[in-house]
């Protein structure tokens, strides 16, 4: 009886779908490889090479030091990956060195890899890493910071449908908003309606 009463109350009071309206798009000269939440009006837009912190209220932005071989990242604090490649002779070798640093510089963690890649994504507790060169085979790989695990992997893009947002490449996710990478390539700011 209960239950009855209970899915006739659910029918007749839906749940309401969020919508949002694009506020603005986000001037950027590159493409980020990933955008990281870092408070409720900031974000942390990561290039292979350097990073920005982008104020959406005030829209201003903190360029980060420049690196070379890294990517920046977020967990709690910001995080660099750096990565090394070398020369090897076999397949029995390590072409790639993979560190995590976190924002005092003090090294997490450090991992020698054989294939040649690079990182995408920089967590405290995961690195995705994807080839290094376009001519080899594209394969996505996950690091594992706490099993000091490899392991290739399928698909990690996990696709979430919102109402009334455009197709999307990725996506960051807020408490208010939402930022877009567009399937054109531009970094667009929604904001979640009441």
Known sequence: MLQKLLILLLTL??????????????????????????????????????????NLENRKRNILEECKNCIYGYGRELLKCEYEHRDIQSMDEFSTTISLYDSTNTLIFKKDIFPTVIPTVCKKEYIVLKNAYSFLEKKTYYLDIKKDNLEEVNNLKREISIPNLPKYKNIAIGEERVILLTEENFLAVYKRGR
């Open 13 to 54: 009071f839906p749940k309401e779908e969020s919508t949002f309206t694009k506020e603005y798009i986000i001037p950027t000269e590159q493409i980020p490889l990933n955008i990281y939440w870092i408070s409720e009006d900031n974000i942390l837009l990561s290039y292979l090479n350097k990073g920005e912190i982008f």
